[in-house]
């Protein structure tokens, strides 16, 4: 070896050190420094009251029942196993589940070496008047000459920095959280079909309450007939309870056309074709739990699939920062290949003649014009600190979910203890009203707006039951159940 080798082999390698050097300078964020989310919560949800149903605060929440556990109707739980086979907005959902997993896939591969096998033939044919034509005619190489070839072609970029790595780590962490994003769509679908289904036999409720009205009020009506006959009262009373029967049976047809809807709507989340929904419209006046246990506020971090999605995403996002910080950094790149050549098919196999192998590795620094690489690398850090804000939104929301259902259960039910005791009363006055007006102590109007009182009363308690049911199944959402299926 000559002295000048060693120098240049020197020169080289100082040359790369301060290209490395110069590459690893990855620019500041601009202020906009990367920080960690806030997974602080309050150690309880509060009180939501004092009445003999409050919320349990203590062990597991009812957020760890499965559906089936949680509700008691067949009928209902029916639909949602329909639902949850049929719905094409989950179905959508699953897709997506497959993507993300093809996504992780592809990113693993990309930092395994890559091996192609190569095969081709061709000719070629030199000018007669450069260097390689005039030597190719001394030796006397034809004018159009075969190129015959295959073997194989490989190139490995060298994970030196774990940038590859880390993106495929990102990826199966998006995996992960598309998953939870199947599991939160579960939660919503579950309670908009129980949801539904509440209302759908409150109206069968209400229709059965008014239909009762109208028949009470219809032999009240032939009753004033009888009394104006008697000149007791006039022909405006008789109007008065005709127009009040009319105005009910409307009403009717209105509560019709909203258990269609609700229906459909049934069948739309179930995945089908207009069609009646089996329900049992007498489970309504059932009891409701006595008490709920809601948990610990730490829990809604492992129940919501809401806050464990926005959580994955965040971990993803950070390994993104660092993949595009990587890009700042010197890349190793390796490329080899063997086969065989030969201008004449005959000579193709020969070896060792026609063999040729070949093996190369380079190191890529960038050093000008970074603005591409240095934009991404601040997005993916402000993307970064998107998903921080997120996830700390997504859990202040979990938390105020609760707590306001936790509220409503407990408001609802006071309400519903006194309209009960209104509708009541209410009932007790309608037959006073009719002693009165029988006995000509009352007149026509007291005994209509004592009716029509009762009949509003009890269609407000339905109302108000219904969305206690609804609460219930409000505070099982908010606790993140829903998405658990059972073994």
């Known amino acids: 070896m000559s002295r000048s080798e060693p120098r240049r082999l020197w020169s080289a390698l100082a040359a ?46 009812e957020g760890h029942k499965t559906w089936r556990e949680f509700f008691a109707s067949p009928e ?47 000719v070629d044919k030199v000018g007669k008047y450069t260097s390689q034509g005039a030597s190719d005619e001394a ?60 209302d759908l036999i409150a109206i069968d409720n209400e229709l059965e309450v008014l239909n009762q009205n109208i028949e009470v009020q219809s032999s009240a009506l032939e009753v004033v007939k009888l009394e104006k006959q008697a ?46 929904v089996r329900r049992n419209p007498k489970t309504f006046d059932d009891p409701l739990p006595s008490v709920i246990r809601r948990g610990l506020p730490s829990q809604l971090l492992e129940n919501r ?11 993803a996002a950070k390994l993104d ?31 060792p003649e026609s063999l040729f192998y070949g093996v190369a590795g380079g190191i890529t620094a960038p050093l000008l014009n970074r603005k591409a690489i240095t934009a991404a690398y601040r997005s993916a850090n402000a993307v970064q600190l998107r998903a921080v804000f997120n996830y700390e939104r997504t859990l202040l929301q979990a938390f105020t979910d609760v707590v306001n259902q936790l509220a409503k259960v407990d408001n609802l ?27 000509a102590r009352a007149d026509y109007m007291e005994v209509l707006l004592t009716r029509r009182d009762s009949l509003e009363a009890q269609v407000a308690r339905i109302e108000t039951k219904k969305r206690q049911l609804q609460a219930m199944v409000g505070i099982y959402q908010a606790l993140g159940g829903g998405w658990r299926s059972g073994p």
């Open 16 to 61: 790369a050190l301060v290209c490395a050097s110069v590459a690893a300078c990855v620019p500041s964020l601009e202020g906009n420094t990367p920080r960690e989310p806030n997974k602080a919560v309050p150690k309880s949800f509060g009180d939501p009251g004092s009445a003999p149903g409050a919320p349990s605060a203590g062990g597991t929440s």
């Open 76 to 122: 209902l739980r029916e639909l949602i196993g329909t639902a949850l086979a049929n719905n094409q907005e989950l179905n959508m959902q699953l897709q997506e589940i497959i993507i993300a997993r093809n996504e992780v896939s592809a990113r693993q591969g990309e930092y395994l070496p890559k091996v192609d096998a190569t095969a081709g033939v061709g």
């Open 139 to 198: 030796h006397g190489v034809p004018e159009h000459l075969g190129n015959f070839t295959f073997g194989l072609r490989g190139s490995w970029e060298v994970d030196v920095w774990q940038k590859l790595r880390n993106a495929a780590k990102a990826a199966s962490l998006r995996y992960f959280a598309s998953i939870e994003a199947k599991n939160f769509m579960v939660t919503q679908l579950v309670a908009e079909i129980a949801r539904s289904y509440y």
């Open 231 to 276: 000149a007791r009262v006039t022909e405006l009373a008789v109007q008065r309870f005709e127009a009040e029967v009319l105005k009910n049976r409307s009403r009717l047809f209105d509560l019709q056309q909203e258990r269609v809807q609700t229906e459909n709507r049934i069948n739309f989340l179930v995945g089908r074709y207009p069609q009646p």
């Open 305 to 315: 699939p809401d806050v464990r999605q926005a959580e994955l995403e965040l971990e």
């Open 321 to 351: 920062v660092k993949a595009a910080r990587a890009a700042f950094y010197p890349g190793l790149s390796i490329d080899a290949g063997v086969g065989y050549r030969a201008f004449n098919a005959e000579h193709l196999v020969a070896t």
């Open 413 to 439: 039910e006071k309400a519903y203890a006194l309209q009960t005791q209104q509708v009541e009363t209410l009932a007790r006055s309608v037959e006073v009203s009719n002693v009165l007006f029988t006995s």
